[in-house]
Structure formats: structure tokens, C-alpha cells
């Protein structure tokens, strides 16, 4: 009563941390496009909660790691505890606060393409949260968007581009892109072309260091140029190979992947006739059945994220095409590498010239 003119007692929505009321602030203080507000309120003693739950996970994970099939995988104490951070992080709504500005502050030059709500600082604390309202479709809401005259790929590709520049240009990302929290705003006289993608709720951010943006524009680069040799060398520097893993065989093996499946989309790769997954598997049986990858913590919110956003995207567009997606930006970083485009150039001819080399090749290789 003291804070707010109104305020709705029903929760507009609700998860596990925290749940979201709308209300409406003094007029008397601040601007009639203000008044109508989200405030997001924790529940009751979750931090004693969270705490509580981790301090379990932590004896889980100290009997665990007896395993050697687990322990050689993950360091799961080292997985846990950066999960425990980011948690902490997300309970403290200030901190929130402040990534949803840097959030805004890194798109402002896109402000036609994603908004995010304003923070009201005045009516904001450790556990309230006070955001701008911002009336809006719900991104897995398809006919509601279909029927706002915005096209579902359009609203894949801006998803997927806006990701791309997060990690790539920002190095900070929203880790958390579920349906609760991306919308989709039409524009208010209708034009089509006019819409935003709007996101909400930056509890969950990641940050990319230097070192390990480095190593996933390789990752990126080696995509885009179906370079398997530089996938595996990738992965390596990402720390997501076991010792001891067959580094040939796993090169020989994503060249296949490459050969059957790049540039395709989701339906077109579930076409794969079951006598190509028998080959492969006769084949690889021993990486399969090894799989030397391990999962390395500092790439935990990064993975989840990535995982999420896939899946969002096709839901958008069945047809979907991570491969051509991805190539303007791969362009852009195979054209800024160290040197200049001639040394990209020689290496393809040289590549080009081992190909003509091994004789006979195929004609769809030239």
C-alpha cells in the first residue's frame, strides 16, 4: 500500500525461485508509461533452501566421484560449485538488475530488433524486483505470432543472430533462453516488419574470457569450413577430450559426420536410413562405445544455454539451418584471422592440391 498504487495479489507467472505480479506505481512520482510495472518477488526462505540443497548435492557429488566411469568424465565437486555461483547469483536481484542494463546497453544499437524492460531501481532490492511492463507474446506462442503477421523463421533467425553476437561480440550471454523468458512484441500500428524480440529475467548470465572465446571462434571456424582436423585440435584446446583419446579416429569420424550431415536440417537429417547408422556404428563402435569426451565447469552455463537455444529455434522452424546461420558469422572470423585472407587462400589451395593428388575422388568433392 505504501509503495505501489495497485497491486494484483494473483501472480501474472511463477517458477521456483520467484513469482511475478503485476502493479502499478505512484503517478504522482513518475511517468504515465512507468505506472504499469512487473515486480518480481522471492519466496520465503529460499536462500535457506538453496543452501541447504547444495550442502546435500556436495556429499552426492564427494561419493560420486568413487566412480572412475564418472570421475574420468567430470569433475563433478568443480561442476557443482560453479553452479552454486551462478545460483547465489540469481537469488541476489540486484545483481540482476544490473546484468538486464549491461543486457540493454550491449543491444542499443539494435534497440528496432530486442528490448529489454527498465529496471526500477526506487522499488528494487536483494529479493523485489521491479521491471517495466512490457506487454508481449510468449516466443513458443505460434499462433499468437503467426497470427501478428510475423513469420516464424524470422523470429528463429533473430533468436539465433542475437545469441551469436552475445558470445562472440559481447561475451556475455543470457543463459537461461526458455519460454518463460523470451517474447515476442508486434509492433503497435501493425507493420510486420516492426517487431522486437523482447527478453526478460537475467538471474542466469555467462561470461566468455578471452581464452575461451578464442577457442570457440576455432570451434566456429572449423563448423563453417568442415575442417575436422580443426574440430578435434578444438577440442582439445576447450578441454573437452579425455587423455588418451583417439585423436585420429576421432577426426576420421567427424569427417563422416561432416560428409552425411553438414548444411542439413532437422528433417532432413532424421532421414538417415537405418543401414547408414549401422556402417557408422561398425565403423566407430570404439569411439562410440568410449565416447572420450569429459565436460569441463567453465563451460557448463554455455553448453545448457547452447542446448536450450537449439531446441527453441527449431521449435520455431522446423526447417531450421544451424549451417547456413552460422556462416556470416564464420565468414567474418575467417576473414579476421591472424594474416590476412591470402593465408587463407593458400591453405585451401593447398588442401585442394592433397585432394587432386589422391586420385580417384569423388566428382561432388571438386
Same mark, same amino acid.
Given at each position: 500500500?505504501?509503495?505501489?498504487?495497485?497491486?494484483?495479489?494473483?501472480?501474472?507467472?511463477?517458477?521456483?525461485?520467484?513469482?511475478?505480479?503485476?502493479?502499478?506505481?505512484?503517478?504522482?512520482?513518475?511517468?504515465?508509461?512507468?505506472?504499469?510495472?512487473?515486480?518480481?518477488?522471492?519466496?520465503?526462505?529460499?536462500?535457506?533452501?538453496?543452501?541447504?540443497?547444495?550442502?546435500?548435492?556436495?556429499?552426492?557429488?564427494?561419493?560420486?566421484?568413487?566412480?572412475?566411469?564418472?570421475?574420468?568424465?567430470?569433475?563433478?565437486?568443480?561442476?557443482?560449485?560453479?553452479?552454486?555461483?551462478?545460483?547465489?547469483?540469481?537469488?541476489?536481484?540486484?545483481?540482476?538488475?544490473?546484468?538486464?542494463?549491461?543486457?540493454?546497453?550491449?543491444?542499443?544499437?539494435?534497440?528496432?530488433?530486442?528490448?529489454?524492460?527498465?529496471?526500477?531501481?526506487?522499488?528494487?532490492?536483494?529479493?523485489?524486483?521491479?521491471?517495466?511492463?512490457?506487454?508481449?507474446?510468449?516466443?513458443?506462442?505460434?499462433?499468437?505470432?503467426?497470427?501478428?503477421?510475423?513469420?516464424?523463421?524470422?523470429?528463429?533467425?533473430?533468436?539465433?543472430?542475437?545469441?551469436?553476437?552475445?558470445?562472440?561480440?559481447?561475451?556475455?550471454?543470457?543463459?537461461?533462453?526458455?519460454?518463460?523468458?523470451?517474447?515476442?512484441?508486434?509492433?503497435?500500428?501493425? @507493420?510486420?516488419?516492426?517487431?522486437?524480440?523482447?527478453?526478460?529475467?537475467?538471474?542466469?548470465?555467462?561470461?566468455?574470457? @578471452?581464452?575461451?572465446?578464442?577457442?570457440?571462434?576455432?570451434?566456429?571456424?572449423?563448423?563453417?569450413?568442415?575442417?575436422?582436423?580443426?574440430?578435434?585440435?578444438?577440442?582439445?584446446?576447450?578441454?573437452?577430450?579425455?587423455?588418451?583419446?583417439?585423436?585420429?579416429?576421432?577426426?576420421?569420424?567427424?569427417?563422416?559426420?561432416?560428409?552425411?550431415?553438414?548444411?542439413?536440417?532437422?528433417?532432413?537429417?532424421?532421414?538417415?536410413?537405418?543401414?547408414?547408422?549401422?556402417?557408422?556404428?561398425?565403423?566407430?563402435?570404439?569411439?562410440?562405445?568410449?565416447?572420450?569426451?569429459?565436460?569441463?565447469?567453465?563451460?557448463?552455463?554455455?553448453?545448457?544455454?547452447?542446448?536450450?537455444?537449439?531446441?527453441?529455434?527449431?521449435?520455431?522452424?522446423?526447417?531450421?539451418?544451424?549451417?547456413?546461420?552460422?556462416?556470416?558469422?564464420?565468414?567474418?572470423?575467417?576473414?579476421?584471422?591472424?594474416?590476412?585472407?591470402?593465408?587463407?587462400?593458400?591453405?585451401?589451395?593447398?588442401?585442394?592440391?592433397?585432394?587432386?593428388?589422391?586420385?580417384?575422388?569423388?566428382?561432388?568433392?571438386?
Amino acid at each position: 500500500e505504501e509503495k505501489f498504487e495497485d497491486f494484483n495479489p494473483i501472480p501474472l507467472a511463477s517458477a521456483s525461485i520467484g513469482q511475478v505480479h503485476l502493479a502499478k506505481l505512484n503517478n504522482e512520482r513518475y511517468e504515465p508509461d512507468q505506472f504499469q510495472v512487473a515486480v518480481k518477488i522471492q519466496r520465503f526462505n529460499i536462500h535457506e533452501i538453496i543452501t541447504t540443497d547444495l550442502s546435500a548435492l556436495a556429499v552426492v557429488a564427494r561419493w560420486i566421484m568413487r566412480y572412475p566411469t564418472i570421475s574420468k568424465r567430470a569433475n563433478i565437486p568443480a561442476l557443482l560449485e560453479e553452479f552454486s555461483a551462478s545460483l547465489f547469483e540469481e537469488v541476489d536481484y540486484l545483481h540482476e538488475g544490473k546484468n538486464a542494463e549491461l543486457f540493454a546497453q550491449n543491444f542499443s544499437g539494435r534497440k528496432n530488433e530486442v528490448i529489454v524492460p527498465r529496471v526500477i531501481w526506487s522499488h528494487t532490492t536483494t529479493r523485489v524486483l521491479t521491471l517495466e511492463y512490457l506487454s508481449a507474446i510468449k516466443i513458443t506462442d505460434y499462433g499468437a505470432i503467426e497470427a501478428a503477421g510475423i513469420p516464424l523463421a524470422n523470429v528463429a533467425e533473430r533468436l539465433f543472430d542475437t545469441y551469436l553476437k552475445q558470445i562472440f561480440e559481447d561475451h556475455f550471454f543470457h543463459a537461461d533462453p526458455h519460454p518463460g523468458n523470451l517474447f515476442v512484441k508486434p509492433d503497435p500500428d501493425g @507493420d510486420t516488419q516492426n517487431w522486437k524480440l523482447v527478453f526478460v529475467d537475467f538471474g542466469m548470465t555467462g561470461v566468455v574470457p @578471452d581464452l575461451l572465446l578464442a577457442r570457440l571462434r576455432d570451434m566456429l571456424i572449423a563448423l563453417a569450413t568442415r575442417d575436422a582436423g580443426r574440430i578435434v585440435k578444438a577440442y582439445q584446446a576447450l578441454g573437452v577430450l579425455l587423455s588418451g583419446a583417439n585423436l585420429d579416429l576421432l577426426e576420421k569420424a567427424t569427417a563422416k559426420v561432416f560428409e552425411r550431415f553438414w548444411g542439413k536440417t532437422a528433417p532432413e537429417m532424421m532421414k538417415m536410413h537405418h543401414r547408414e547408422a549401422v556402417a557408422f556404428v561398425a565403423e566407430f563402435g570404439d569411439l562410440i562405445y568410449e565416447m572420450p569426451f569429459q565436460v569441463p565447469e567453465n563451460m557448463i552455463l554455455l553448453v545448457r544455454c547452447l542446448g536450450i537455444l537449439s531446441g527453441m529455434c527449431t521449435g520455431l522452424n522446423i526447417e531450421f539451418n544451424v549451417w547456413t546461420s552460422l556462416m556470416p558469422y564464420a565468414q567474418q572470423l575467417v576473414e579476421s584471422e591472424k594474416g590476412s585472407k591470402i593465408d587463407v587462400i593458400l591453405k585451401e589451395i593447398q588442401r585442394f592440391l592433397a585432394v587432386m593428388l589422391t586420385l580417384p575422388y569423388k566428382t561432388d568433392s571438386l
